[in-house]
């Protein structure tokens, strides 16, 4: 349920009273808290003011003579009067200029006038002539300006000393020199004085300057006499007629109007606190505008926070606003506007205090506009380099810039801005546009390559990261363009490996449901019999190693294999593999060159996965080594590794990717006539990849070697 909209307005109007009465307390309580008007401001300006004044235009106003007489001039102020106007030469030729005639005769309208003319041009010239040929005669003409100065000063304090007689006529003072022991005094002190000042040795004597410094001459009297002081003790007082119908009346009662003022604001103040207490207790939870709430608690908890002290600072600014119209105007043109302000201020504070205070405590900070901006700010100095140069870049564009407008302001100032322009400026903007220009051909390039056109290399410009951005767009050309070679092999190899898969398959299984139909006819013979069930036999095993191979590949390759590691002699398990295939290897015509070390060479393997990388390789060259060649097998310890190396040469053409040789089913006999699965090599390589070591081949021409290195211990 919402609250009423008059009792959200008068917690408002409330609060806003509250305000206006601490504020009030904070800006004026000095003033009138245990004070009366003589301890006002204002008033003690004032009579710091008439102590200033009356030293020097009253009490001790030096005599205009004995000023004249202390006039002095000196050996420089003669030679700057000579040159004021230049030298000797250039004052003449000046004068001569001033009443030479426009076609360059002496003679102008009348001869009368020509004569007065020339009279007045040789009495100037004259004068020059003597200022720089007789010392005393300039003297006498310096002397007489500062004589002239001080008659100025001492016309000027004249009208001063009226004005200030007038505006202070309703001080009372009887004061004497302390040096002289001469006697001032303007009045009597009667009993009834409201105000009073003592000047003595133990209060202070009134001491002030005795040039009076509120005039433009005071200069030039105050050269002449020094910075002289005169001392004063007595009584300076305001009787109570003054207070209560002279001058001092209208201040008087206006300090004494703001003092009830402000005890009332107090007093107002304290009943609106009170006030607002027990509202808000009783009903503070109902004020809220649901709508307003839940679009509030859409924004980032800083910008809530924000918002609310925006808030306070116009309701707060309104509300002082209203102490000036209040002390300072007593409610004369008193704007509505500033009071509507600071209550709808207000209000809104009010309802934002509620909605911080139950939020503040939950909120995500990481959701805040400032943890974004300095999330955002963080990869700024990502590339420190970039970061760097981008505010040395702004630095300098902001100092051109800046002298450039005080060019306008100080046109001194183009000494130096222009050799900065030149020097510093104009290369910083070239060097900043032509970045800017090599990173649109960047971003272009990056554009391109996004949408699949991959084109040319990025030229690489000079060190800068925008280059070093270049190159690594490059290396990612180069990347996509390999793997876009790779997705083309490995498509083919997909379709070779269906092509070979099925075919391996379906032959033996062909030949499996071949013979089994041949098997169903009675009239076949018992030997007949016994040679298709040998038949079905042999393509069964075939096909039962070719599926049983398939799925260790396919076990390997998805690494859902454990792996039993052992210590294992290498040169004892190759020995073995070796002895195993002694009968094939005497049947197949070929010459085995076997090299093993006595010296066992240890390695943590599981034996029976790494007998069958031996296995393989062995078979392999059995299945396509060149009849009645060699083949080699070698196994040495190098370097803290097992070297294993096997080397023959092939019955087939192997064409030069030997990479493709460790696919599935990728057989040296692309006709596919010999036995096998295609799988012994890619099994021997997944098996290797299992225990960390590598298995690499090589294709020289018919020469096929195969190298396999293992961690020994």
């Known amino acids: 349920m919402k609250h009423p909209v008059s009792k959200n307005i008068l917690l408002s109007v409330l609060a806003v009273i509250t305000m206006f009465s601490l504020f009030t307390l904070m800006e004026e309580g000095r003033n009138f808290i245990g004070t009366s008007y003589f301890d006002s401001e204002s008033f003690t300006n004032e009579l710091s003011n008439f102590e200033s004044s009356i030293v020097p235009l009253v009490l001790a106003t030096p005599d205009k003579e004995e000023v004249k007489k202390n006039i002095t001039v000196t050996a420089d102020e003669i030679e700057e009067y000579r040159y004021r106007y230049g030298n000797l030469e250039s004052q003449l030729e000046s004068i001569e200029q001033q009443y030479a005639s426009p076609t360059g005769d002496e003679v102008t309208t009348t001869e009368t006038t020509n004569e007065l003319s020339i009279a007045e041009r040789d009495k100037k010239m004259e004068d020059i002539t003597k200022n720089f040929t007789d010392d005393s005669y300039v003297e006498q003409k310096i002397r007489l300006e500062k004589e002239a100065q001080v008659d100025a000063y001492y016309k000027s304090i004249e009208i001063a000393k009226n004005d200030f007689l007038n505006e202070n006529e309703d001080f009372i003072y009887d004061l004497k020199n302390v040096e002289t022991g001469e006697q001032f005094t303007n009045g009597e002190l009667t009993s009834k004085i409201p105000f009073k000042k003592e000047y003595s040795n133990r209060n202070g004597y009134l001491k002030k300057t005795i040039v009076y410094e509120n005039v433009d001459e005071y200069w030039s009297v105050q050269d002449f006499m020094g910075n002289q002081f005169a001392r004063f003790e007595g009584t300076v007082a305001i009787p109570e007629a ?148 981008t505010l040395i870049l702004l630095i300098v564009v902001f100092f051109w810039g800046f002298g450039t407008m ?99 398959l379906r032959t033996p299984l062909t030949s499996i449901i071949t013979y089994t139909d041949l098997l169903k006819n009675p009239s076949i013979t018992d030997e007949e019999r016994a040679s298709y069930i040998a038949i079905l036999d042999k393509k069964s095993m075939r096909l039962k190693t070719l599926i049983e191979d398939l799925f260790e590949v396919s076990k390997m390759a998805t690494g859902n294999i454990e792996l039993d590691k052992r210590k294992v002699d290498l040169t004892q398990l190759l020995q ?78 192997l064409g030069n990717d030997t990479n493709e040789l460790t696919e599935r089913f990728k057989r040296a006999d692309t006709s596919r006539h010999t036995d096998g699965s295609g799988l012994g090599l890619a099994i021997a390589q997944s098996i290797v990849d299992l225990h960390g070591g590598s298995l690499r081949m090589e294709v020289d021409g018919d020469l096929f070697k195969v190298t396999v290195k293992i961690a020994t211990i």
């Open 242 to 389: 003054s207070i209560l119908s002279g001058n001092r009346a209208y201040p008087y009662n206006y300090f004494i109007t703001n003092q009830r003022i402000f005890y009332g604001a107090l007093i107002a103040g304290i009943l609106a606190a009170i006030a607002f207490v027990l509202l808000w207790r009783k009903n503070g939870e109902k004020f809220r505008h649901d709508k307003a709430e839940e679009k509030y608690y859409t924004f980032p908890i800083d910008v809530r926070i924000a918002l609310f002290f925006i808030s306070m600072f116009v309701a707060i600014s309104a509300t002082k606003e209203l102490i000036g119209f209040i002390f300072y105007y007593k409610g004369y043109d008193l704007n509505i506007i500033t009071i509507i302000v600071a209550v709808l201020f207000t209000a809104l504070a009010l309802y934002q205090w509620k909605w911080i205070r139950t939020s503040i405590g939950n909120a995500d900070w990481k959701q805040s506009l400032m943890y974004s901006w300095v999330k955002s700010l963080e990869g700024f100095f990502l590339k420190r380099s970039i970061g760097v140069q």
């Open 576 to 653: 073995q593999a070796i002895a195993e295939h002694q009968e094939d290897i005497d049947k197949s015509g070929l010459e085995y060159r076997v090299t093993i070390g006595t010296k066992p060479i240890m390695s943590y393997v599981d034996g029976q996965k790494w007998w069958r990388v031996l296995d393989n390789l062995i078979i392999n060259t059995l299945k396509y080594a060149l009849p009645n060649t060699r083949v080699y097998i070698n196994l040495d310890q190098v370097d803290g590794k097992a070297v294993f190396v096997i080397k023959n040469i092939a019955k087939y053409e």
């Open 406 to 504: 005080m060019v306008f302001w100080q046109p001194a100032v183009i000494i130096v801005w222009i050799p900065a322009t030149l020097l510093i400026g104009i290369p910083v903007l070239v060097v900043l546009l032509s970045r800017m220009a090599y990173l649109n051909r960047v971003m272009v390039k990056t554009e391109e390559m996004a949408k699949g056109v991959i084109g040319n290399k990025i030229k690489e410009k000079g060190r800068s990261p925008i280059a070093e951005h270049a190159a690594s767009l490059n290396q990612l050309r180069d990347r996509i363009k390999s793997s876009h070679s790779e997705q083309a092999k490995s498509e083919r190899l997909k379709t070779e490996l269906i092509t070979n898969v099925s075919h391996d």
